[in-house]
């Protein structure tokens, strides 16, 4: 069964304290890993989508990382509007790549 | 949130009561699904969508039917709704072949 972890489940960090998030997955063919944001009272917002081992793909302050059964969000000196849900999701091979599943998120609070 | 709109955006209902949820793209988009979100659980597919005419079922289907009547439009329907059933639903679309885009939610209380 395909499954998706993410740690920690809260996370409060004054502001320029960088930090990361972490996703652990299991799944029988992995086609895709990706991180959303999301705000409260909205819905998901992609940020990134990592293909492969190795794979790293930046925006802004947050850097998406990837190796073979985890998924790192690094935060470079976060900014109190950086506060948010940020979600991992992967999509399987199986399904006709149809199968998506999430983590529970990482509840981000940045403090001026 | 990607040309992805829902509605209603609140509802109240009894136990009992029958609802449908609506979701709309203004794209051409094949796949579209139905999740919902509870606290500390993540989302959860209810059904999902690969093309207009077909739907199929996802990790969470009991309690729920869906329609995709042509490409724009998957409805969600709940036919006696229960008070398990309080929850954020969100509607996706796929574009690029593996990249969702979500609604904005519609946040359900079942009295």
């Known amino acids: 069964e395909d499954q998706v972890t993410q740690s920690p489940e809260a996370l409060r960090l004054q502001e320029g304290e960088s930090s990361s998030l972490n996703c652990s997955y299991t799944?029988?063919?992995?086609?895709?890993l990706f991180w959303y944001r999301q705000d409260p009272g909205k819905g998901p917002e992609f940020l990134f989508t990592l293909y492969s081992a190795g794979e790293e793909k930046e925006k802004e302050r947050l850097k998406a990382t990837l190796t073979k059964k985890e998924s790192f969000l690094h935060i470079t000196a976060p900014k109190p509007e950086d506060s948010a849900t940020y979600l991992c999701?992967?999509?399987?091979?199986?399904?006709?790549?149809?199968?998506?599943?999430f983590g529970p998120g990482t509840r981000l609070s940045v403090l001026p | 949130n990607a040309g992805v709109t829902q509605t209603p955006k609140f509802q109240v209902l009894k136990t009992g009561q029958s609802m449908t949820l609506q979701c709309a793209q203004d794209m051409n988009h094949n796949s579209m699904y139905w999740y919902r979100q509870d606290p500390g659980m993540g989302l959860r597919l209810i059904y999902y969508?690969?093309?207009?005419?077909?739907?199929d079922k996802g990790e969470v289907p009991n309690g729920y039917n869906v329609s995709r009547l042509n490409k724009r439009e998957f409805s969600l329907r709940l036919e006696s709704a229960a008070p398990s059933q309080t929850s954020v639903y969100f509607c996706?679309?796929?574009?690029?072949?593996?990249?969702?885009?979500f609604g904005p939610g519609t946040r359900l209380t079942v009295l």
């Open positions: 999701a992967v999509q399987a091979w199986d399904n006709y790549g149809q199968n998506f599943v």
């Open positions: 799944v029988s063919g992995l086609r895709g």
């Open positions: 969508s690969a093309s207009e005419g077909t739907t």
């Open positions: 996706a679309i796929v574009r690029g072949g593996d990249t969702q885009y």
